[in-house]
């Protein structure tokens, strides 16, 4: 899981926090590179990237769109398996190749990449510019190309999975909203992580093989380069045109997910099945045309700037879209506060608060000042880290008995809601402020800055505070393998009493999935009403009662 | 040892939560599950409440706590317009904002589980989505409006008669240039640059590069009321003017000239009366990652009166006068406090 690897997290808040402190534990992590106590900059800056490396890549994607498009796409449309299970395999082990490769870069002489999670060159072309830019920065790349070849081998399974292999009765428009943003995220990433390959192919020529693909009149190290007539902005515009799906990549699964739980917690149907669609839809093909939203400060065109500005705001209609129905959805409802439900609302309060900070962000005229301060780190682990793992969690705590036949340990399930929920905003809330005050982001001190150094005490209770939220995700690590092993059991094949077809299954389903014939399906997947004989919900393998229609829409 | 006490602590906290989870596991096969989760869902319910005024208070005690230690006011036109584009931000998302936030912990505190109640279905509404649809359009249209308005504004060409000053960052510091009494700044090529006496690769060869005044430092001197143009470089990696006290900021990307211009309205001593504080400086800071030195590139820039700025600027010595011309005695390059150098004519 991931919640290991946020041990970074850890590391480097206790430099922000105690500039001028020295801890015995970093040198035990560190070593050489935090020598009496003292974090070297250049392992802060290593560790800061591939913080945002590992959890935006192979935490967020990877245990979002990776882990819940497998598992409950075959499950809840009506499949045996996937589509090509030998693609799935070899996804999972590029996926893993990825991940040591990347993990490896951190025990190497001269570091990791340390360029920040976005690896601009000509910082990150050029040896000379940073210690983190040698083997370090080809180490990042190649994880990187493999991460994007495992990510295309998933979602093009994904997609054809879902458009052939529907069980009879299972039109698009009754499948469940998790297999709808299921769908969308693979579309995403299909059509992106090809330019970020390419980005990095071409990163790797300028690197290696002389090109001046992002390099041009540079002088460094005492003398001038030969490369003329590059852009650097070039790999800007290749990055964030993979970048900005890739939020929404994240972000997808996580409201699909959420929008199942909070419908089957709340015993009511998703309110606006369609304008949900409608809005994955819009959010899909918005996503492509938002991109330089993340370089207004770049000296681009400020006529083509003007265009993104509409462009991006125009993405806060399907997301309002999506937060009013969900409201719509647990009102009147009969709430039941299942682990999985509190995470549900949880992602919902911090979407909300995540997503009304891009709009001071999407316009260019406020950005020009907020750009790279802590305003937008506020703003993106607000919304696509945290609201992301909140959705995460719940699809965890909720189809956890499905996947092992145990329940996760409810006590402990809301312990790891409460601190976290908390810890969240406390951690992010303050950070808005900091950004409005033009703290610069990736600083790795800012006691010597006359505008800045009045936030030291805060800085130290965020640290403290993301601290004691680290350790409360220990608890979550703890109850998810002691209830492997140990859970209540589950008896009901359907405890949660839900519509979708993963419940019709035996309680550990095996090899095909189900048992006999593969159910057949009569009707949408949010039928919570009167069954007619004291139930509140009619799964979807149900045939319709005489004179009953289907009618959702 | 207080790192050994350190993890035995939380090892014991572990341990006393993972036997509070298992008992209230045992307590509810007790006391029978329905029984319990019931009283449970009804804790949780009112736990929503609390949650709700907790995280209004927080707000509230969080803004109390920050805004003494914000940005002082803005100190230039676009920063004017800036702060009102906040607000009125602020004021569309702040409506939002509670409204949202309240209505979620409202309806899940309200539409707790009360017993096997017959589900009210309620699956479709095109008015109300209507509805919701069009009031964020519009919101979102009047921001675009406002935004687009200010932005291109702000980046419109510098008026005539503007200052022209020329930044550079390089790992890990700023050198600024000014064109000297032609008013003209002269051509530079990366490949003429060297540490020891051209560090912006001047060409010699222009005759308007004679008279350029260069501050090693990154020192910014700009007149109050008077706009300035700054054209931005960078020698080697990407950097980034951030100029937070004018609410502005640029990247300096190297092969490509970008430029920022803007009105300072507030002198650095006005300003130290307005925060009251004696050590108040305009910083640069630079806001693009640029290598393990990114945190330490600082430079700092003067808002003075034109009087104050003749005066600066009668003192300084061309950098061509400092570096090559034979008659100065200054050939090791004096750096930044130009005050000591013997001053030139200059017209």
């Known amino acids: 899981m991931g919640n290991c690897r946020r041990l970074d997290v850890g590391l480097f808040r206790l430099q922000l926090g105690f500039p001028e402190q020295t801890f015995s534990v970093l040198t035990k992590f560190l070593g050489e590179w935090a020598r009496g106590g003292k974090m070297d900059p250049e392992m802060y800056y290593g560790l800061v990237t591939i913080h945002g490396t590992v959890l935006v890549f192979f935490v967020l994607t990877g245990g979002l769109s990776g882990t819940f498009s497998n598992f409950l796409i075959p499950l809840q449309i009506g499949a045996r398996d996937m589509a090509s299970p030998f693609l799935n395999m070899l996804s999972f082990w590029f996926f893993a190749i990825a991940s040591v490769v990347m993990f490896s870069s951190l025990f190497i002489t001269t570091g990791p990449a340390s360029g920040g999670c976005t690896s601009y060159p000509p910082l990150s072309a050029m040896k000379e510019a940073s210690m983190g830019t040698g083997l370090g920065m080809d180490l990042w790349l190649a994880s990187m190309a493999l991460f994007v070849v495992s990510s295309l081998l998933g979602g093009l399974n994904y997609i054809v999975t879902v458009l052939n292999m529907r069980t009879k009765g299972m039109s698009m428009t009754r499948m469940p909203l998790t297999i ?156 039941r ?118 936030f030291a005490d805060l800085n130290q209770m965020i640290s403290v505070a993301a601290i004691i939220v680290f350790f409360a995700q220990l608890i979550f690590v703890f109850n998810y393998f002691v209830s492997v092993w140990k859970g209540r059991k589950v008896t009901d094949p359907n405890p949660w009493k839900a519509n979708s077809l993963e419940w019709t299954t035996p309680i550990l389903p095996g090899h095909g999935n189900w048992d006999g014939p593969i159910p057949e399906v009569h009707r949408w997947a949010y039928d919570y009403k009167d069954n007619g004989e004291g139930g509140d919900f009619i799964p979807q393998n149900v045939p319709l009662r005489e004179g009953e229609a289907d009618d959702h829409h | 040892m207080s790192g050994l006490l350190l993890v035995l602590l939380v090892a014991l906290i572990f341990v006393v939560l993972y036997q509070v989870a298992r008992s209230s596991e045992m307590v509810a096969r007790i006391q029978g599950e329905e029984i319990f989760d019931k009283r449970r869902n009804k804790i949780l319910a009112y736990s929503m409440l609390v949650l709700m005024v907790a995280f209004f208070v927080g707000i509230y005690a969080c803004h109390q706590y920050m805004m003494p230690l914000m940005a002082p006011i803005a100190a230039s036109d676009h920063g004017k317009n800036y702060d009102f584009m906040f607000f009125v931000t602020l004021v569309v998302t702040g409506i939002i904002f509670v409204l949202t936030q309240i209505l979620l912990f409202w309806f899940a505190f309200k539409y707790q589980r009360t017993g096997d109640k017959v589900p009210f279905h309620f699956a479709h509404s095109t008015k109300l989505e209507l509805v919701w649809t069009t009031i964020p359009a519009i919101a979102m249209a009047v921001l675009v409006a406002i935004g687009l308005k200010a932005w291109f504004t702000m980046t419109s060409d510098a008026p005539k008669g503007a200052m022209q000053i020329e930044i550079i960052g390089k790992q890990f510091n700023w050198i600024s240039r000014y064109p000297g009494p032609d008013g003209v700044l002269g051509k530079r090529y990366f490949t003429n640059i060297n540490d020891q006496d051209n560090i912006l690769g001047l060409d010699w060869k222009d005759q308007k590069n004679m008279d350029d005044i260069i501050v090693p430092n990154g020192e910014i001197r700009l007149v109050k009321d008077k ?86 600027l009668a003192k300084q010595q061309s950098y061509y006068a400092q570096n090559h011309a034979p008659a100065t005695p200054a050939a090791e390059a004096p750096k930044v406090d130009s005050s000591k150098n013997i001053t030139m004519n200059i017209k």
């Not at chain 1, 802590?374 to 969690?393: D, R």
Request: charged fraction near 10%; hydrophobic fraction near 50%.
């Open chain 1, 337 to 454: 506060f299942t682990p999985a439900m509190m995470f549900a609302l949880g992602f919902v309060s911090l979407f909300i608060s995540g997503g009304l900070t891009g709009l001071f962000l999407g316009n260019s005229a406020l950005d020009i000042h907020l750009h790279d301060t802590y305003f937008v780190i506020a703003h993106f682990h607000i919304v696509m880290g945290i609201s992301a793992f909140f959705g995460m969690f719940a699809g965890i705590y909720h189809w956890f008995p499905k996947m092992y036949g145990r329940f996760m340990n409810n006590t402990l399930g809301y312990v790891h809601f409460f601190i976290t929920f908390i810890g969240a905003y406390v951690i992010f809330w303050p950070m808005h402020y900091e950004g409005v005050a033009g703290m610069p982001r990736r600083y790795y001190d800012y006691s010597n800055w006359e505008s800045f150094k009045q």
């Open chain 2, 227 to 312: 706009p300035v143009e700054l054209i931005i470089g960078s020698r080697d990696v990407i950097h980034d003017v951030g100029l937070t006290h004018f609410r502005m900021k640029m990247d300096a990307v190297p092969g490509i000239t970008s430029r920022l211009w803007f009105t300072p309205t507030i002198t650095t001593r006005e300003m130290k009366e307005i925060t009251g504080n004696e050590n108040f400086v305009y910083e640069i800071s630079c806001d693009q990652m640029c290598g393990v030195g990114h945190y330490s590139m600082r430079a700092v820039i003067i808002v003075e009166t034109q009087a104050e700025h003749d005066a600066w």
């Open chain 1, 180 to 335: 709808w943003a299921f769908l969308f995220t693979a579309v995403l990433g299909v059509l992106s992580f090809p330019v970020l390959l390419s980005a990095a192919v071409l990163l790797l020529f300028d690197r290696h093989a002389g090109t001046s693909f992002y390099l041009s009149e540079i002088f460094i190290a005492g003398k001038a380069l030969p490369n003329v007539g590059g852009s650097a902005i070039l790999y800007q515009h290749l990055f964030w045109f993979l970048g900005h799906p890739e939020v929404y990549i994240i972000m997808l699964p996580a409201m699909g997910m959420a929008s199942e739980i909070l419908s089957t917690h709340s015993r009511k149907p998703i309110f606006g099945y369609f304008a949900m669609i409608l809005s994955l839809i819009g959010i899909t093909v918005l996503a492509f045309l938002v991109w330089a939203h993340h370089m207004f400060v770049t000296g681009m065109s400020p006529f083509l700037g003007g265009i993104f500005v509409l462009l991006t705001l125009l993405i806060a209609i399907p997301s309002a879209v999506k937060v009013f129905n969900w409201l719509t959805t647990i009102w009147k409802g009969n709430i």
